[in-house]
C-alpha cells in the first residue's frame, strides 16, 4: 500500500547534548504564520457560541434553548468524520494551492458566506438561522483540521509548543473581534451588522493562506478505490493501537476524552447568560471577559509554550490539568457579589490563564501521538475526543443549571476532573519519556 511520503526534517537529527531552546523554538517562521491563521480559526468559533448566545437571548429564546443552539460548535467534535478527505483528497477548483492551502482557503471562504447568510436571516427566522450557524461550525471546524495539519507538516514535534502559543495569540485575538469587538459594538448598532462585519474580518485570514506555502510533503494517489479507503479511514485507526500496544492505546484514548471536560463544559452557551444573571452589562463583559481575558489567556498561552519547550509536553500537561480544572471554582465568587467588577477580574484572570497554559501542552502531546502518514485524520480525531465529552456536559449546560443552580454546574465540571488523573498517572510511565527531541 502506498503511504504519504514527508521529506520534512525530523527530530532524530538533532543532537542529543543540545539544550531545549526556548528562544529558537518561538524565533522560527512558522510560529508567525501560525499566529495568522490562529486568527482565521478564533474568529468565528464564539460566533456560532457564546456571542451567538446573547444575540439568541436578546430575542427571548428560551435559556434551554440557547444552549442548545449555541453548541453548534459540538460540530468541531465530529470534524474527524471528514478530515479523510483533506488528507487523501484535492478539491477540483483549489487544486492549483496544494492540499492544505487548498482546503483552508475554501473553509474560509465558506465561514465568511455562512455569516454573512446569519446577518441577513436573524434569529427571527429561527430554523433557517440554525441551519446557517450549523454551517459556519461546519466551515469553522474545516478550516481547523487544515490548519492542525499544515501545522504539524511544517514543523517536527520539538518546535509544537511554540508554534501552538503563537497560534494561540493569533485564536485570542480573533476571540478579541468576534467577543470584545462584538459585544460591544452590539450595544450601538444591530447584531446584522455586527456578523457582516465579522466577515469581512476574514479576510485576513484568506490573503494570507494565499501568500503562504504550502508544507514540502510528497502525496501518492492509492491504485484503487479499495487502497484507498483502507488508506484513509481504516489504517489511520488501526495504526494508532498497531504503535502504541491495545492496553496503552485504550488508556490514552480515555485521558484524551476526559482531560479537557472542565475547560470545554464552559465553552458554550451557559457563561453568556451566566454573566448576564450576575448582574454585568454586555460592555462590561466585553471589556473583562473578551479583552481583559484575551491578554491574559494570550500570556498563559505563551507560558505553556515555554514550558513545553524546555521540560516536555507531559509534565506540563498534568500541571496544566490541574490548575486549568480548579479555576472554574473562581465564579462562585460570582454567585454572592453580582455586579462586582472585581469578582469578575479575579475570576477570569485565573480562569484564563489556566486555559491559555493548558493550550500547548495540549497540542504537542496530541501531535506527539500522530503518525504523518495520516495528519489531519488522525489530529482531527484526536482532538474530537478532547473536545467532544465537555460539549456533551455544555449541551446539558441549561437543564443542569435549572436544576441545581450554576455553583453546582461549576462544582461538576471541577470533579470531572478525576478520573482523568487517575489515568494520567497510570500512563506517566509510558509518556513522561515519550517526550520530544530539542529543536
Keep these: 500500500m502506498r503511504r504519504i511520503q514527508s521529506i520534512m526534517p525530523t527530530d532524530s537529527s538533532a543532537p542529543a547534548s543540545h539544550k531545549p531552546s526556548v528562544w529558537r523554538a518561538f524565533s522560527q517562521p512558522a510560529a508567525w504564520t501560525m499566529c495568522l491563521l490562529g486568527f482565521s480559526s478564533g474568529l468565528p468559533f464564539l460566533l456560532v457560541a457564546g456571542t451567538l448566545a446573547f444575540w439568541l437571548k436578546e430575542n427571548g429564546i428560551l435559556l434551554t434553548d440557547i444552549t442548545m443552539i449555541a453548541s453548534a460548535g459540538m460540530t468541531y467534535a465530529f470534524k474527524f468524520l471528514w478530515a479523510p478527505l ?23 471562504l465558506g465561514v465568511l458566506v455562512g455569516l454573512l447568510v446569519m446577518a441577513a436571516l436573524t434569529p427571527r427566522q429561527l ?12 466551515m469553522g471546524a474545516t478550516q481547523d483540521i487544515a490548519i492542525d495539519a499544515y501545522r504539524i507538516e511544517i514543523a517536527p514535534p520539538s518546535a509544537q509548543g511554540a508554534l501552538v502559543a503563537t497560534y494561540s495569540l493569533g485564536y485570542r485575538l480573533g476571540l478579541l473581534m468576534a467577543g470584545a469587538v462584538a459585544l460591544i459594538l452590539a450595544d450601538h448598532i444591530a447584531w446584522a451588522s455586527v456578523y457582516a462585519l465579522m466577515a469581512v474580518m476574514m479576510v485576513v485570514p ?3 493562506t494565499l501568500a503562504m506555502h504550502e508544507p514540502d510533503v510528497r502525496r501518492f494517489v492509492p491504485a484503487s478505490w479499495r ?14 493501537f498497531r504503535r502504541y500496544g491495545l492496553a496503552v492505546a485504550v488508556l490514552a484514548l480515555l485521558f484524551i476524552l476526559l ?11 451557559v457563561m453568556s447568560p451566566f454573566y448576564r444573571d450576575m448582574g454585568f452589562s454586555k460592555t462590561e463583559i466585553g471589556a473583562i471577559t473578551k479583552i481583559y481575558g484575551v491578554w491574559i489567556g494570550i500570556a498563559g498561552a505563551f507560558v505553556g509554550g515555554a514550558a513545553v519547550a524546555r521540560w516536555g509536553a507531559w509534565r506540563t500537561l498534568g500541571v496544566a490539568i ?12 460570582l454567585l454572592h457579589n453580582h455586579g462586582n467588577l472585581m469578582m469578575l477580574t479575579t475570576a477570569i484572570s485565573g480562569q484564563n490563564f489556566a486555559e491559555g497554559l493548558l493550550g500547548p501542552p495540549t497540542v504537542a502531546f496530541l501531535s506527539l501521538l500522530v503518525n504523518r502518514q495520516h495528519t489531519a485524520t488522525q489530529y482531527a480525531l484526536l482532538s474530537s475526543l478532547v473536545n467532544l465529552p465537555g460539549k456533551v456536559l455544555g449541551f446539558f449546560a441549561g437543564g443542569i443549571v435549572t436544576a441545581l443552580g450554576y455553583g453546582g454546574y ?18 506517566w510511565r509510558r509518556f513522561r519519556y515519550d517526550e520530544p527531541m530539542p529543536a
Design 259 to 269: 482531560f479537557k471536560v472542565p475547560e470545554q463544559s464552559i465553552v458554550g452557551g
Design 127 to 138: 430554523v433557517p438561522f440554525v441551519a446557517a450557524t450549523l454551517f459556519v461550525a461546519f
Design 227 to 240: 487502497e484507498a479507503m483502507h488508506e484513509s479511514v481504516i489504517d489511520p485507526v488501526t495504526d494508532f
Design 322 to 333: 490541574v490548575l486549568e480544572s480548579c479555576s472554574n471554582l473562581l465564579y462562585l465568587l
Design 86 to 108: 483533506l488528507d487523501h483528497w484535492r478539491l477540483p477548483l483549489f487544486k492549483r494551492l496544494g492540499q492544505r492551502r487548498g482546503w483552508l482557503l475554501f473553509a474560509q
Design 410 to 427: 461549576f462544582v461538576i465540571t471541577v470533579l470531572s476532573i478525576l478520573p482523568a488523573m487517575l489515568l494520567f498517572a497510570c500512563l
Design 206 to 208: 484568506i490573503v494570507t
